[in-house]
């Protein structure tokens, strides 16, 4: 990959152009997020040692004054989610009715591979996701907090650097997973989960 970022070769999966990428890790995420930056000419947010963080599997610190692309915090994502100055109080992100607003586990493919041995069923990979925007809006203007993918954090679970929090629910979920109020158990930070993608934040000014 140009500009030093060769660990982000062949990372990340969707099921079409339209749909969310998923299949990317903390680290994958965060690297990528500088990447963009420095393609659009902003001032990467993400350091390791004083240097732009572009390989490996390090515990990056984030410059807050810098210009460019990264992961929101929680308490911004649920800020975003519910509506921000605009909110009208949803149990979900733009509508109380959860059909109106998220892909999940009652409207989308819920297909099951048996993993063997560790006793548990997970997701198939390709399944579930749909088409972003598609659903309504919340009062942001944005779409599919209460569906589709969960999405990374910033945010360190338990304060330890290689457990990351993510937030909402994805297309495998169930309806009681979707509030807004539920936090998501915090993931391995290199882990890349076919229900997990991201979005997008700058700092304000910016």
């Known amino acids: 990959m140009a500009n030093g970022y060769s660990d982000l070769a062949n990372v990340g999966e969707g099921s079409a152009g339209n749909h969310p ?17 420095q393609k659009e000419g902003l001032t990467p947010v993400y350091q390791v040692s004083g240097a732009v963080y572009k390989t490996g599997q390090s515990g990056p610190t ?3 004054s810098a210009s ?21 109080g949803y149990n979900y992100s733009g509508s109380n009715n959860l059909l109106d607003v998220a ?3 009652d409207n989308s493919s819920g297909a099951l591979v048996d993993l ?5 069923d997970y997701p198939a990979i390709g399944c579930g996701t749909w088409p972003v925007g598609a659903k309504v809006p919340n009062e942001l203007g944005t779409f599919d907090m209460s ?20 937030r909402g629910p994805s297309w495998y979920n169930f309806e009681f997973e979707a509030n807004l ?3 998501v158990p915090f993931g391995d930070a290199s882990a890349r989960i076919s229900v997990t993608g991201f979005r997008l934040a700058r700092s304000s000014g910016n």
């Open 62 to 64: 984030m410059n807050s």
């Open 103 to 105: 892909w999940y586990r």
């Open 147 to 166: 569906g589709n993918v969960s999405e990374w954090c910033w945010d360190t679970g338990n304060d330890a650097s290689s457990q990351r929090h993510f």
């Open 181 to 183: 109020a539920t936090r």
């Open 116 to 120: 063997g041995s560790n006793g548990y």
């Open 68 to 88: 460019g692309y990264r992961l929101p915090l929680e308490k911004e994502w649920e800020w975003a989610a519910r509506g921000g100055v605009s909110s009208q």
């Open 21 to 37: 990428v998923r299949n990317v890790s903390w680290y994958d995420v965060v690297k990528w997020c500088n990447a963009k930056s």
